[in-house]
C-alpha cells in the first residue's frame, strides 16, 4: 500500500513541475505592450480635489496613447520642470526628486517614475460594488 501511495505522490509531483510556470529573463524579458482598459475617460477637467489626506493627485485627462514604461514616461514631457513652464501643466513637486532616505536627485527619482502606480485618471462608469464612501474633506468642512 504505501509503495503504490509513494508511487502516486511521485507521478503527481511529476505533473505539478511540468506545469508550473517558467520563470526566466527578469525585467528586461517582460513585455510592456500591455495596454491599460479605458472606459469613458473625463474629459479635461481641471484640478479634481482630493478626498483624503495625502492622497496623490487624481489625473484631470485622458491619458490615452500615453506610456509611462521602464524605457519611457510621457508624463514627465509636459509635468517635467521645464516643460511645465511652457505647457502649463502641474509641476513634479520637490518630494519627487528624492529617495527614501532624503537624497536629492537632479532627476525624478527611480521610486517616483512610475506615475500611474498613484497618480489615476478618472472615468464614468458604475461601480462594481455600490458604496457610501464620503469625503474626508467634505465632513472636515462640514463640522
Avoid: W
Amino acid at each position: 500500500m504505501r509503495k503504490y501511495l509513494a508511487l502516486i505522490l511521485a507521478a503527481l509531483t511529476g505533473f505539478a513541475a511540468a506545469e508550473a510556470p517558467k520563470l526566466s529573463g527578469g525585467i528586461d524579458a517582460t513585455t510592456e505592450s500591455i495596454a491599460p482598459g479605458f472606459h469613458n475617460p473625463k474629459k479635461d477637467t481641471g484640478n479634481i480635489p482630493t478626498t483624503f489626506p495625502f492622497q496623490p493627485p487624481l489625473v484631470p485627462h485622458s491619458i490615452r496613447g500615453l506610456q509611462v514604461s521602464k524605457n519611457v514616461n510621457h508624463c514627465l514631457g509636459c509635468h517635467a520642470i521645464e516643460p511645465s513652464k511652457t505647457t502649463g501643466a502641474t509641476r513634479l513637486p520637490a518630494s519627487h526628486f528624492m529617495d527614501r532616505n532624503g537624497k536629492v536627485y537632479e532627476n525624478e527619482s527611480p521610486r517616483r517614475y512610475f506615475c500611474l502606480q498613484c497618480h489615476v485618471q478618472q472615468t464614468d462608469v458604475n461601480p462594481i460594488i455600490q458604496n457610501k464612501f464620503e469625503s474626508v474633506r467634505g465632513y472636515v468642512e462640514n463640522k
